[in-house]
Nanobody
């Protein structure tokens, strides 16, 4: 079984940047794809970004973060990252990383919560005006 731990959240002013990390342990994480999701108070958990760890360069983003966020991974460190630039108050949420074995190519599957078998505990991101 794969364990995931997010870190890097905090309080930042609008227009600022943060880098989130998702550290994996257990299993063969190099064969797992990774997604970032976020959940604001009173809202459903929503898709943010996805990267195929098996292929290494298959990347998808939610429209709301395209051009501002970048997902990446370092296989040697078994870690995925979410670089968040030009942050807005509406980006405020708890951010979660999830993982699943293999690779899904259809966006409907990539953005579906139930596609991800493993989840971290989340890290809080707060963007002030």
């Amino acid at each position: 079984q794969v364990q995931l731990v997010e870190s890097g959240g905090g309080l930042v002013q609008a227009g600022g940047s943060l880098r989130l990390s998702c550290a994996a342990s257990g299993g063969t994480f190099g064969t797992h794809s990774v997604g970032w999701f976020r959940q604001a108070p009173g809202k459903e958990r929503e898709f943010v970004a996805h990267i195929n760890w098996g292929g290494g360069r298959s990347i998808d983003y939610a429209d709301s973060v395209k051009g501002r966020f970048t997902i990446s991974r370092d296989n040697a460190k078994n870690t995925a990252y979410l670089q968040m630039n030009s942050l807005k108050p509406e980006d405020t949420a708890v951010y979660y990383c999830g993982a699943y074995l293999g690779f899904l190519k259809e966006i409907a599957s990539i953005t579906r919560l139930s596609s991800y078998k493993y989840w971290g505990q989340g890290t809080q991101v707060t963007v002030s005006s």
